[in-house]
């Protein structure tokens, strides 16, 4: 175990926070795959375990009925989310479904009735009453049902996320039986195998895929691809009884790039073939998907530039990327995280966009004045700094403040608030009020440092006093997904640190030839490829 900083004089800093770097460096060093890429499983949570593990409870035969009750004993013993209304929501609900537990599902609250949020709220309506339950809503089950048909039929006209369209046919599929329509039923159910992927599941995510398989119990029970998602279902679900949401190769990878491409140690050992990875997993339309074998979206397209920014790799794919950014742009000069039409555009992604378009200036004519001005428009609106895909206000004023430039007055007054909430353990929490964190604390220090670099060392010693002895630091769920449950990947964690604690190093850094090694001295880096 690492000595507390505490006991660390102020001289002697510079070397105990370079070890620690060391270990954080040898930690992700470890966990490269041999393609180059990162990835990593998420945390569980209620959300993925109870809806694959009631899925497989409608298995004839009570085949699944070991698998089931695992699940059953880890949401039984697992607290739902609580900081959102409607993440508490569906966790509850999902818990009460799986288990069991009966009574009235309450669905008037106002939180669903926000754009990205009504669609958990006929997910739960759906699942409560395939579950036999009594649901309390604004609107009758005819209704529902309805409007779902509705949205079934324009599914083959308008652009759809594909796990949401496999989503909506199987809530079709699911109001349509209990209306008793057969035809109905037995056209969705020919719909829905077709989008199926040759993998067995849907896309790599358990909800799609769990939602489809209670789906196909009802419309083609033991026929092919009813048998492969089982199969699936069986084969994802994890040694502790859970399932858990999907990885994030493309995603994870462009996040390390950005976060350690500055430490030499990183640079030599793994950022050619991570840089390599990310140049073989541009898509045919010139974006990025989050991970590998989904459609592009503009968030991780944006970030994938920025990683590869200065780069051979960014050089040979620069020109088709900026193509897709031009061709995605909304009419008002915005981009949306998704393309499908009623996604809204949210404040990190237009950032990220523009991050990456920023540092190809002079290479496209693509505008991006009426971004700059909606994002400045956005915060001055709600008086806050917020991002749709993170919370916490460090993210949001390191992403967007860094896409606007950070001698931007609003930018410069956001860091100064957030300098000034620093807690008396030198770190930073999400948000301004509350505990601290490591990851706020490093992607504080990412922006802190430019302007308060008398802050930074306090903050240091914190992240010291809390890695862990293989290099990892606590961590806490921080990415929404899907919106507004929150998840937490440990890859996510290292980066954010390792991000700020390298920006002091970059900027106030008391160092000397002898003060920093240019080997790594204290750790060697396990074989893994």
Request: some cysteine.
């Amino acid at each position: 175990m690492p000595s507390r900083s505490s006991d660390v004089p102020e001289a002697s800093l510079v070397r105990v926070v370079e070890d620690c770097l060391d270990r954080a460096v040898e930690h992700i060093l470890s966990l490269q795959r041999p393609d180059g890429s990162w990835e990593a499983l998420p945390d569980a949570r209620i959300f993925e375990t109870a809806l694959c593990g009631y899925a497989l409870s409608h298995t004839p035969g009570n085949l699944d009925a070991c698998a089931v009750a695992q699940a059953r004993g880890w949401v039984d013993a697992a607290t739902p989310q609580s900081h959102h209304p409607v993440s508490h929501l569906i966790e509850v609900v999902l818990r009460r479904i799986f288990l069991g537990s009966g009574g009235t599902i309450d669905l008037t609250a106002p939180e669903l009735n926000a754009p990205v949020m009504a669609s958990r709220g006929t997910l739960l309506y759906a699942l409560a009453l395939h579950a036999g339950l009594e649901v309390k809503a604004p609107h009758t089950e005819a209704e529902l049902r309805q409007r779902v048909a509705l949205e079934y039929e324009r599914s083959s006209q308008a652009s759809l996320k594909l796990w949401s369209k496999v989503e909506l046919i199987s809530i079709h599929i699911l109001l349509q039986a209990r209306a008793g329509h057969v035809a109905a039923v037995e056209t969705a159910g020919f719909d829905l195998v077709h989008v199926q992927s040759p993998a067995a599941g849907f896309f790599f995510n358990p909800v799609s895929t769990a939602l489809a398989y209670i789906a196909l119990c009802v419309a083609a029970p033991g026929s092919d691809p009813w048998y492969l998602l089982r199969a699936r279902l069986l084969q994802d679900q994890q040694s502790d009884g859970t399932w858990r949401f999907c990885s994030s190769d493309v995603w994870d990878t462009s996040l390390i790039v950005r976060s350690f491409r500055s430490h030499p140690w990183f640079v030599r050992e793994a950022q050619q073939p991570a840089l390599d990875f990310l140049q073989a997993t541009q898509s045919n339309d010139g974006g990025w998907p989050f991970r590998s074998g989904v459609e592009s979206d503009n968030d991780t397209t944006g970030a994938v530039m920025l990683a590869l920014r200065g780069t051979l790799q960014g050089e040979r794919t620069v020109d088709r990327a900026l193509a897709y950014l031009a061709r995605v742009q909304m009419d008002n000069g915005l981009w949306r995280t998704w393309q499908f039409r009623d996604d809204p555009p949210v404040e990190d992604v237009v950032a990220h966009v523009l991050s990456g378009l920023n540092g190809y200036a002079g290479r496209h004519h693509i505008a991006t004045a009426a971004a700059r001005s909606w994002l400045v428009e956005q915060i001055e609106c709600r008086k806050a700094w917020v991002a749709s895909w993170y919370r916490g206000v460090p993210y949001a004023i390191a992403e967007i403040g860094s896409a606007l430039g950070f001698h931007h007055p609003l930018v410069r007054s956001g860091i100064d608030a957030l300098a000034a909430s620093q807690r008396d353990d030198g770190g930073w929490g999400p948000d301004l009020e509350g505990p601290s964190t490591a990851s706020a604390t490093g992607l504080a220090l990412t922006v802190v440092a430019r302007h308060h670099p008398q802050r930074a060392h306090h903050a240091l010693r914190y992240l010291v006093d809390t890695q862990r002895p293989d290099g990892t630091w606590p961590g806490t769920p921080d990415m929404y997904g899907p919106r507004p449950l929150l998840s937490h990947f440990a890859t996510h964690t290292q980066a954010f640190v390792v991000g700020g604690m390298l920006a002091v190093r970059g900027r106030d850094w008391p160092r000397s030839d002898a003060a920093i090694p240019a080997e790594p001295t204290q750790v060697t880096r396990k074989e893994t490829r």
